[in-house]
């Protein structure tokens, strides 16, 4: 398989998904969107509706990748909101390796790496 269709589908595949999830539901960056009854969370992050996002070269050329996740308040399910996996160096070269993406989640007490968007649905998660 050569390098514009390789599948870059040992960094991100679900155990990444699954990882992502729990890192977002630990770390402080929806705290602002929870009220004083019900936490704002992330119940699950999907793979990418396309394939083509997981091209290793769409990966090179635009450093990032497009899933969804779904959003919940408390027990509400608020819907399912667009999310934008940017890459960084580290990230970017751990796809070209095909080593996992896991490594290059950010610190959950840093919120810099995640911006949410409640009006357009949309979540940016900003990788190492």
Known sequence: MNKNTKIVDASFNPH????????LTECEA????STKFERFWCDGVSM?????ELL??????????????????????LGIYQMTIKLGKQSVENC???????????????????TLNMDEKAIIIQLK
């Open 16 to 23: 990444f998904c699954d990882v992502l999830e729990y890192h």
């Open 30 to 33: 929806f705290d602002d969107f």
């Open 48 to 52: 990418p509706e396309y394939d083509s």
């Open 56 to 77: 290793l070269q769409n990966v090179i050329n635009t450093k990032q990748i497009r899933t969804r996740a779904w959003m919940m308040l408390g027990q509400k399910v």
């Open 96 to 114: 070209v390796n095909r080593l996992p993406l896991i490594d290059c989640l950010p610190d959950t007490s840093d919120l810099h790496w995640v």
